[in-house]
């Protein structure tokens, strides 16, 4: 069997390279592992899939070289997204910070994408199990690569002039994550940035296990800053940690070790507050003020750990140093997570192929013609909010125009 193209994954960024390719007359190939395609985009968003942002720029995407995604967003924005939305006339929502959901379901988009590839001719096929990839040296351009792999329990062998690994990351497996992509790229020399689970909730193994235990279901708005990065969103408490978009989005910065601070009144001064408080109604316990801002069941862990002697003391009685010292605790409240739940919930993999190693342009491999990488298995990862998606619609894109 000869393809022109053959694509690797039958994910978002492998399916729109693949009709992006088809519509230039070329013949496709997707093979894709799971029984079914774009699983991922599916279960994103709560199954309504935030498929991209009104605000995208480079600065919410995360690499070695910060500049790389910068071609391809421009070459396929947001906006030439969205142009396709419109024509299928899918029904969209806009939330908050811009990000953009189906209003009734992911499927809109996937069906969106499976009718490109039909009207382009592309073929696609499930239960693939690659075996191996081969740079054909003597066959010519047009049989430059072979890929062996098993469908069904048939051995099976293809080649084409270009291989578009869109494989994805390590990120939640059940779906289809794996690291086949990354040994793609050592196979042919190509250099790796360390893979981290992204985009991922925090546990913990010190007190504050028990105390996100007892808060789980809690979820406020905090403003949760690391690395010189902050981010204002809300937290949720669970079981396990913690989690909801602020947590998922400081993950993509935080690393072993790392202490994060969170603001449970963000934009206020807790301590300028308790001492307004504190001349205005003297005689209230502290608790009972701070019920005004915060869940009771939240400002009663913090008493336990901050002024459990003084729980029934009013606030008269309070220094305005301690007060002080009440509200820097409320406006940063530390804690050094022991682990996020890793690659089994993570929502994206941060790392993957350097991006050193491929055109800004193509998405090509400097040093091996023909060969593609495109979508999470590279370098370049998106903050929550639609911007992982955006990136795969833009690298299938670009690398769609020219495969």
């Not at 002024?307 to 029934?312: A, K, L, N, V």
Request: aromatic residues 10%.
């Amino acid at each position: 069997m000869q393809y022109d193209v053959i694509v690797l994954g039958a994910g978002a960024s492998g399916l729109f390279c693949a009709f992006t390719a088809a519509q230039r007359g070329r013949r496709v190939l997707v093979l894709e592992r799971a029984n079914k395609v774009g699983k991922k985009i599916l279960m994103s968003g709560g199954g309504k899939c935030n498929f991209t942002n009104y605000a995208v720029e480079a600065h919410n995407f995360i690499s070695a070289n910060p500049h790389f995604c910068k071609a391809s967003l421009k070459r396929f924005s947001q906006w030439s997204f969205l142009d396709m939305v419109y024509r299928y006339d899918i029904p969209f929502e806009e939330r908050q910070y811009g990000q953009l959901f189906c209003l009734s379901s992911a499927k809109d988009i996937l069906a969106m994408l499976l009718a490109e590839c039909e009207a382009a001719g592309v073929d696609i096929s499930t239960h693939c199990d690659v075996n191996s990839v081969t740079a054909q040296a003597s066959e010519g351009a047009s049989r430059r690569y072979s890929v062996a792999y098993q469908n069904q329990g048939q051995a099976r062998e293809v080649y084409c002039e270009a291989l578009v690994v869109a494989t994805g990351g390590l990120s939640i497996p059940t779906l289809g994550g794996s690291g086949f992509g990354y040994e793609l790229a050592q196979q042919f020399g190509l250099a790796l940035k360390p893979r981290q689970a992204g985009l991922v909730p925090f546990m913990f193994s010190d007190r504050l296990k028990g105390l996100c235990e007892r808060l789980s279901g809690l979820a406020l708005p905090v403003g949760v800053s690391c690395r010189q990065q902050e981010f204002l969103a809300d937290m949720l408490f669970t079981h396990r940690g913690m989690s909801g978009p602020a947590m998922l989005q400081i993950s993509n910065y935080w690393q072993p070790g790392d202490t994060l601070h969170i603001d449970f009144l963000p934009g206020e001064s807790a301590t300028d507050w308790l001492l307004t408080q504190k001349q205005q109604s003297p005689k209230s316990l502290l608790r009972s003020v701070l019920g005004q801002k915060l869940a009771k069941s939240l400002v009663l862990e913090l008493q336990a750990l901050f002024w459990p002697e003084q729980s029934e003391t009013v606030l008269a009685q309070f220094s305005d140093k301690y007060l002080q010292t009440v509200g820097k605790h409320i406006n940063a409240f530390a804690v050094k997570p022991s682990a996020t739940e890793g690659y089994r919930t993570a929502e994206v993999t941060r790392g993957g192929v350097d991006t050193d190693e491929l055109s800004s342009k193509t998405l090509e491999a400097k040093k091996q013609p023909g060969l593609y990488f495109i979508g999470e298995v590279v370098d370049v990862t998106g903050w929550l909010g639609g911007y992982n998606f955006q990136w795969a619609w833009s690298s299938g894109y670009s690398a769609g125009l020219v495969v």
